[in-house]
């Protein structure tokens, strides 16, 4: 399967930011890296040991300049890179909150050249 995000729009951070990740079912949450996100998926490295299966629904929460996102995604591949455990997740969102994301990103981006 090809899951290479191939997006207009994805921003990488120079430094990860932080958030939490929790899968719905057993209430588990772990802390997670965010490396890169976009519109529609991001890249995340969880910092526990949480069973990420691929096709599993979780609930990701972070914070970026004051303001809070938080939606719902699908667990799309776990692989090692370097020795560090990653995943890819499929945001599932509505128009509101990806206009949102993007306005917001594009403050952080002012912010942190």
Do not use: C
Not at 6 to 31: A, D, H, I, S
Not at 68 to 89: D, H, M, V, Y
Request: proline share 4%; no cysteine.
């Amino acid at each position: 399967m090809y899951f290479k995000r191939n997006e207009p729009f994805r921003y990488t951070f120079g430094t990860p930011v932080m958030g939490q990740l929790k899968n719905p079912t057993n209430e588990e949450e772990v802390e997670m890296k965010i490396w890169d996100i976009s519109q529609h998926g991001m890249r995340i490295e969880p910092l526990g040991s949480l069973d990420l299966k691929a096709e599993e629904t979780v609930h990701i929460f972070f914070t970026l300049l004051d303001q809070e996102f938080s939606a719902l995604g699908t667990i799309r591949w776990n692989k090692s890179i370097a020795g560090i455990p990653q995943a890819g997740i499929d945001l599932d969102t509505d128009s509101a909150w990806r206009n949102n994301l993007v306005h917001t990103l594009k403050q952080y981006a002012k912010k942190h050249i």
